[in-house]
T-cell receptor
Framework: GAVVSQHPSWVICKSGTSVKIECRSLDFQATTMFWYRQFPKQSLMLMATSNEGSKATYEQGVEKDKFLINHASLTLSTLTVTSAHPEDSSFYIC?????????????????FGPGTRLTVT | GNSVTQMEGPVTLSEEAFLTINCTYTATGYPSLFWYVQYPGEGLQLLLKATKADDKGSNKGFEATYRKETTSFHLEKGSVQVSDSAVYFCALSGVGTSGSRLTFGEGTQLTVNP
């Protein structure tokens, strides 16, 4: 089946630094990728929708200047947490939509990465 | 707005026990409903789905029925196995232009002991 990878799987950084998280579709092309964050014992919250070659669409309340998203190719989207603070510590999950299976329901062919645990000290 | 409420975990069962994980939702219109499963160290995988009222989604022995009258989509399995140990997420997708956006429940950790 389709595989989505994330790198790194976990990262610890100091407050004020920036961290980049990569999301890759390994065996399919993804015109659309989604970024979620999850706090302990809470649901996944959609942060933004990333479209290849265009600007990301951010959900209400998500700071686009703090969470920079770049979807430069059909297999890679990156999320950069800028000037990270302890309250940014969370589990970040991406999903990628298989461009070849996007006919019909827009939810067809959406695959999730394993997530990245970010801890800001 | 849309929301999903799941049964709180963790849930611990013995092998071959009956499983129910409750899920209720709030949404406008007729959303599609999903159950996703996340095995340790892996990404979320679609387990089953239902796109209209009274539909029953099923996969790997799991079932869930879209109940519009009770706004529920409870997950059931008649006989769980150790390999079913995972986190289960109930989710819905909006209608219209928001159709591709998923709203998730909190997730329910299931542990099945031999």
């Amino acid at each position: 089946g389709a595989v989505v990878s994330q790198h790194p799987s976990w990262v610890i950084c100091k407050s004020g630094t920036s961290v980049k998280i990569e999301c890759r579709s390994l065996d399919f092309q993804a015109t659309t990728m989604f970024w979620y964050r999850q706090f302990p014992k809470q649901s996944l919250m959609l942060m933004a929708t990333s479209n290849e070659g265009s600007k990301a669409t951010y959900e209400q309340g998500v700071e686009k200047d703090k969470f920079l998203i770049n979807h430069a190719s059909l297999t890679l989207s990156t999320l950069t947490v800028t000037s990270a603070h302890p309250e940014d510590s969370s589990f970040y999950i991406c999903s990628a939509r298989d461009a070849s299976l996007s006919g019909g329901s827009p939810l067809r062919g959406q695959y999730f990465g394993p997530g990245t645990r970010l801890t800001v000290t | 707005g849309n929301s999903v409420t799941q049964m709180e975990g963790p849930v611990t069962l013995s092998e071959e026990a009956f499983l129910t994980i409750n899920c209720t939702y709030t949404a406008t219109g007729y959303p599609s409903l999903f159950w996703y499963v996340q095995y340790p160290g892996e990404g979320l995988q679609l387990l089953l789905k239902a796109t209209k009222a009274d539909d029953k989604g099923s996969n790997k022995g799991f079932e869930a029925t879209y109940r519009k009258e009770t706004t529920s989509f409870h997950l059931e399995k008649g006989s769980v196995q150790v390999s079913d140990s995972a986190v289960y997420f109930c989710a819905l997708s909006g209608v219209g232009t928001s159709g591709s956006r998923l709203t998730f429940g909190e997730g329910t950790q299931l542990t099945v002991n031999p």
